[in-house]
């Protein structure tokens, strides 16, 4: 199982960027999906999670600057990023996660610079 993310690059304080994940349909159909993300020298973090109903939930840095939204259609997910901070820094990581089992992507950098 593959997740794929994009997206990532270099912006300015004060900027925005879009990622975006695409996973296989059966497992985007069955999970709940989210964004992690791992600053230099520190633990792998939650940014957002959406359910399959939609239910989104942020971590407190993200809310009111960070949205993400699921496309069951597509089997795409998406995290728009506005406001950034330098440390929003981070790479970005896709998950699924279903009762026992969870998948990964291989990560998008974000860089913001000050």
């Known amino acids: 199982v593959q997740l794929v993310e994009s997206g990532g690059g270099l912006v300015q304080a004060g900027g925005s960027l879009t990622l975006s994940c695409a996973a296989p349909g059966i497992i985007f159909s069955s999970s709940t999906m989210g964004w992690y993300r791992q600053a230099p020298g520190k633990q792998r973090e939650l940014v957002a999670t959406?359910?399959?109903?939609?239910?989104?939930n942020y971590t407190t840095s993200a809310k009111g600057r960070f949205s993400a939204a699921r496309d069951n259609v597509k089997r795409t997910l998406n995290l728009q990023m506005h406001d950034l901070k330098p440390n929003d820094t981070a790479v970005y990581y896709c998950?699924?996660?279903?009762?026992?089992?969870?998948?990964w992507g291989p990560g998008t950098r974000v860089t913001v610079s000050s």
């Open positions: 959406i359910t399959t109903g939609g239910y989104t």
């Open positions: 998950n699924a996660a279903q009762r026992y089992e969870s998948w």
